[in-house]
């Protein structure tokens, strides 16, 4: 296991590069999910004022 | 046939496509991802020519790269498409592309680094494929930059597709300008690993393959998700998205 | 047909807009001395060695040209823009590829030519041997109008908007990387006493196609942002 990390040494390289690969392309769905729900939120509050404040 | 394809122009159209795909392109991207994974590491040699275990990061480098050019081009092609029929949704498509291809620009260059500093002792090297890529991600910070700056969402629009095409124009000028500074000799500048990698045992091409799939179904997803949220921005007064929001709260 | 002919249509531009120029002649002095001050500002950052000043020279002057040149396309439309008169233009039935092209020329003969002319007291500040010298002002008076001619369309994009400098620059450097490479590159070639006809015929090539492609894609900006 310790093996496999270490990389024959090159372990450092190895996971900063595939780390951030992960990070970046889980950081970019999460963010536009988040942005896609919030907009949503905000569609829905104005067309609610719109419509005269109907549940 | 005509017909039929200008009818998904149309936001109201296109969007419960693009809204459905979403998680179907993402699950097959982490499935691909996975898979591609499996291979890199664990069917792969751990010593490829002159290159220890650190080749390995070739498998999200590599495919990096390739996306980063394709995402360009293809922005580049939804430009054109915006500008000659002057539909809105090609812009938006082109808009929707730009953030993930400097992603991808992004991390072909932070993964070319490090692969540079194993196996040329440096982090930086001027290499010309990774200046290349540096210059890509200019081009699309470029344009993003002035599509923001601009307020008219039209005039921002045709704009920066009118950007994206003298860019893509340009693209292939400035690839050969830093490939080949010196157009005397006949072998331009090739420090670069890929080209000795290219005759190469199966289970390496296979691995880069499955990954480069990976990438694409990511791709589709995430440029999606932007799309979506695109869509419903810009045409919030009209009444598919009334409608829609109607329904779903 | 009483409609002007191109060639009329390019003197009446380019009197105008040399006339324009002339009556502010503080605008071309600054290019210029942005230009001389940049170059001149290199050796107390990177020392005074004269043998590495002779190497890095070809580059230096050629980025501070670049600079230059940028720095000046905010004045290319923007005055016009300011006070209707470009709207006028793009109404008139002339060809509006014909009229930018007039502009571009005069504004390069106001804020490129004076960078090729001084260009062979710079090189002397780096003590670059003759050959090198007149090899340096040729390429400057290639790649200086291709410059002027690729940043004309990033001018025209940028038109109106906040922070236009540095978004101009942002846009068009990496465009601008081609005839730097070439521009730099067939001085530092002359220097080495290898040929320099191939690197001419490349930048000769960019000036071509530059000359072609670039006012009609400048044309399609000003619409777009006047529109």
Known sequence: ?????????????????????????????????????????????????????ES | MAINWFKYSSPASFYPIVDKSIPWFMGAAIVLAIAGLYLSFFTTPDVLQDQKQYYRIIFIHVPAAWMSMWLYIIMAIWAVIGLVFNTRLSFMMATALAPTGALFTFLALWTGSFWGKTSWGTWW?????????????????????????????????????????????????????????????????????????????????TSMMVMTLAYWMYSFAAVFMRLRSIMLEREKGSDWVKEMIGRIS | ????????????????????????????????????????????????????????????????????????????????????????????????????????????????????????????????????????????LVGTPVLSLIGAIGAALTLGLRGGGVLISLLILPLYVPVLVYGAGVVDAGISGLNTQSHFLLLSAFLVIALVLSPPATAAALRISIE
Not at chain 2, 148 to 158: K, S, Y
Request: charged letters at 15%.
């Open chain 1, 1 to 53: 296991m310790a093996e496999f990390f270490s990389m024959g040494g090159y372990g450092f390289y190895i996971w900063c590069s595939f780390a951030m690969a992960l990070l970046l392309l889980v950081i970019e769905p999460v963010w536009l999910m988040r942005q896609h729900k919030v907009l949503l939120r905000q569609l829905a509050r104005m067309s609610g004022i719109n419509d005269g404040g």
């Open chain 2, 125 to 205: 090297d001027w290499d010309p494929r990774l200046t290349f890529e540096l210059i890509l991600l200019f081009l699309f910070i470029g344009y993003m930059a002035l599509h923001t700056a601009i307020d008219d969402p039209r005039r921002a629009d045709r704009a920066a597709a009118l950007l994206a095409l003298v860019g893509v124009f340009c693209v292939p000028i400035i690839y050969y300008s830093v490939q080949c500074p010196d157009p005397n000799s006949l072998n331009c500048r090739a420090l670069h690993q890929t080209s000795s990698l290219r005759s190469i045992e199966s289970s390496i091409l």
């Open chain 3, 1 to 140: 047909m009483n409609s002007p002919g191109i060639l009329a249509i390019l003197r009446c531009m380019l009197t105008r807009d040399l006339i324009l120029a002339i009556r502010r002649l503080s605008d071309v002095l600054t290019t210029l001395f942005f230009f001389v001050i940049v170059v001149s500002l290199f050796p107390l950052g990177v020392g005074t060695d004269m043998e590495m000043l002779r190497a890095i020279a070809p580059g230096i002057v050629w980025v501070a040209a670049l600079l230059a040149s940028m720095l000046a396309l905010g004045r290319l439309f923007s005055e016009d823009f300011a006070d209707g008169t470009l709207e006028q233009l793009i109404l008139t039935p002339q060809p509006l590829s014909v009229l930018v092209f007039s502009k571009i020329i005069a504004h390069w003969l106001v804020t490129g030519l004076p960078l090729v002319l001084i260009a062979p007291l710079i090189g002397l500040q780096y003590d670059l041997p003759a050959g090198a010298l007149w090899t340096l002002v040729l390429s400057l």
